[in-house]
């Protein structure tokens, strides 16, 4: 039986880019790790190193900086999408493309002065295959805890199970979300707008990053499943412009502190964050008839 | 439209365990990370937060340390076919489980004193269904580097692509490959076979993990692409029992200083190793008319 | 020649500790990673392995918990010093204490939910002999960034030297910052105050805090080295009860990209963030006729 | 009071350099990470952002490439100290430099062909202060376990002791160990010896790596302090060059799973490895009557 290539793809990971818009006295900085990633026709590279087909990776690099001059970045979709099109449109060899960007937040101390915030990561990925555009957002590591509210009993038992029931645990993630625009995107990027005739990119992202952090906020829990799911939900129900939404999270257990040896009573008081091992829980909420997600994700 | 409950999965991560051998005089150590996933019909405690069908992730770590303690451990894909099948077995409401495990590699300095070897992690996933098991092995952060033997020239050049041609270079990764055994995998766990009538678990890795080494050194290469598909080349024709191997291939860039500002001249010499960006090879190898993946991946 | 014990300490490092006050209906939450050090007479341990003078490690957490319930946490420098003073006037074997203690940040959504802030982490190291303590308040990863105000040149040059002078760079650190309370410390751990007759612990460290980013935001800089001694300067005009600080000033490079290879001029507007290698300015500003440190180190 | 600047110090830190000698048919490489500290008369760039004296961080860099290439690198400590001595004695202002240096360990798979050992990395740093030079030369990250013959017992008991004595337990380690020559150096740079008629750097490294991997296997430990003594010892018995060592071992907890709820007896067969906390044993073994440490460390 042949040997033969099968699914492939290249690009330059990680490319950390910092843009200072200086239109007015107040300078306004975007912070990025933007990754490209293309496939295409390269099975000559693969078999004989022919490599007529190659766009370096290098070049790729220097293109996600030229880009940045040439069009500036603002909202990161827009950046992402530009980008997706142009690997596409201008190398015959490359018939998709996906570029995915990191945002990392910072706040304003200053006309010039900036103070980089540790919270959430806001995250975009456009994918483009010479005919359609596809986009997700997101954000993670987002950090919540609900020191109320969360019960989790009830579960199924068998020889191995040991924990105790519990009718008010801590609750703590770090929220991994990802969302897909319904579209159409918008024919142009730059456009500002998250799907035709809807809200622009900030908005969006914006509102439902709130209603992630409301939903887990009011949801009483009895599993990070359910407020998982309730998270999805007000995500869906709140930004018609959103199809579906992944969530992955991990359960960041805070384990009660047994005192009695010490002659202690630990009322919920005292906890040990433990590192390892984990929960992780992950699941998908979807608007039902909801647009296929192509080549999305 | 209803917004509904899509794709989900739940499950322990990083459960990091040590068995000890004791068999004989001389001990026997493993080192795991053990990650397990299961899927099912989990609608309800999304939905509602009714757990009867969750089988707590805390019991699934007991089980992998019991598992451990029962049956030992030995080579990770029956340690982990094991496991999964155990959970999907044994819980009506579990359709769907799969165990990933990784291995860290110890040498042996005396009959109770090991050396922690910090070269390749040995990877295994096991994956089952209640009726078809499939079995990725693998390894991941293997650092090899070529320092002759590498060109990188005939490019396709645009308006941003400023990279020079090289007919010397130096060719530097870390080698993360997973490859998909070919089955049918042996009815029972434990039997120390990769496929019915084949080799052992343990020979199949350690000649695959030379394959990839003896590829990667002997292939003289045009581009990453290729040595890449040379080295999945290499594993399945010497390995009948894998149909498919995947191979993700960082290009660790080593620069050449320039140093005619200081009057000398670097022939080769010194470079610098940088950190980001980094170029990405992504691709698989398989084999013609292999069987079908499954839910392997 | 004899060979000998030198100095030696131990510990118990990274205690993950959650403390949540429920006094009120709305929670407060305390998030802590706390390290311990002891030494004493603890030759017969190393020379023989006769244990009786060692504390053990798992007692020292188990008492870093069993304070957090006893006395609760508050300020971070009470308890830190509270634990240090313990050790010793506790065990006749140990003859100095060290407690290091760093607080992660979190922002309140409500009564009973939190947001994980990732700005800078709060620090405190308390050290006690038995006669006297110490105390170092601190900070770390307080990242931050000036994209206009920043000059570099006149520096000096050898045969090596090829970096360009410059009138407008960005200045971008992550500040590391401990400073060293003048003492006397109050005599009972717990009484609020950062000196005695002085500021609480909570407003030294806020406004100590904020001195070092109205320093970074507001010194036109000729080097990382004036931004560092007007920082730490700006901080010891303001707060009496600090004697000495310490700062280690990662410089964190962005590059403006040459964008001439694509006949375009990068004014200022696109760069590249660095990983490695970095500039590391680190240096101590302190009072004319303070008093000695001590053992605060 | 006045307000005065202390100590200070700044230089280039982790530069990454790969050097690769191709004086016969087999390459021989060597990857380093370098990190350069001066100080001196720096008063200036401080108080007024006079840069005079200032060699650039950049030009240090610069530096550490050029003399890889004019010198070559062989053993680190030469490289190190060749360095060390060239800032002080070629740039007025600055009066002392250490250079430090880490060095990660490739094994050869073939002329041109390396693969990365994870195991320890070696380490030197070299000072300097324009009369007298100092070696300490070192490792870390080389991780230990002995799976028989360590006991825990008879340690001191206060209210908040629970840990069990033992006398069988897991003892594992990652080895951070850095140990001082007792000189004096060689006047010049380049000679091969550790100190003036001792062994090469090479053979005196080997050996105490060795003689620490020794000690660890055949000391039968009632702690780790006294695992830590006798390896420092074994050292200083075997290495008349050195003069001191210091070790700094934390002590990675391994943690017998209790299996009594699932009706299992766990005969020290499996075991939970633990992050976080850990002990932490550090302490300096020295020869009575060795020269003092000056500036070493």
């Known amino acids: 039986m ?23 006295g107040s300078h306004v900085i975007t912070d990025l790790n933007v990754t490209v990633t293309l496939s295409g026709d390269l099975a000559a590279t693969h078999l004989t190193g022919d490599n007529a087909a190659v766009l370096t990776t290098d070049a790729q690099k220097n293109t996600v900086f030229a880009f940045a001059k ?20 201008s190398q015959a060899a490359i018939w998709f493309a996906r570029v995915a ?5 910072w706040e304003r101390l200053g006309d010039h002065t900036f103070c980089r915030s540790g919270r959430e990561v806001r995250t975009a990925m456009a994918s483009y295959d010479g005919r359609e555009s596809w986009m997700v957002s997101g954000l993670r590591d987002l950090t919540l805890l609900n020191s109320a509210g969360s019960e989790f009993w009830g579960f199924a038992r068998d020889r191995y199970t040991t924990l105790a029931e519990t009718t008010d645990r801590i609750l703590a993630t770090a929220v991994n979300a990802r969302w897909r625009h319904a579209g159409p995107l918008p024919p142009e990027p730059g456009s500002q707008r998250a799907v ?15 209603m992630l952090l409301a939903a887990f906020a009011d949801t009483h829990s009895y599993s990070l499943q359910q407020t ?13 412009e959103i199809a579906e939404i992944r969530l992955s999270l991990p359960n960041k257990h805070h384990f009660e502190v047994d005192m009695s040896p010490f002659g202690l009573e630990n009322a919920g008081e005292v906890f040990y964050a433990a590192d390892r091992p984990y929960g992780l829980i992950e699941g998908t909420v979807t608007r039902d008839g909801a647009p296929p997600p192509g080549k999305a994700w």
């Open 101 to 105: 960007v990191e945002q990392y937040p």
């Open 228 to 240: 998982l799911f309730a998270m999805g939900q007000r995500v869906l129900e709140g930004r018609p």
């Open 70 to 89: 040439e069009h500036g970045v603002d909202q990161i979709e827009d950046f992402a999408l530009r980008l997706a099109r142009h690997f596409v449109d």
């Open 2 to 24: 042949a040997i033969v290539l099968g699914a492939n793809q290249y690009g330059k990971a990680e490319i950390r880019l910092l843009h200072i818009s200086r239109d007015d």
């Open 196 to 210: 035709e005739g809807g809200p622009g990119w900030a908005d969006s992202y914006r509102s439902a990053r709130d």
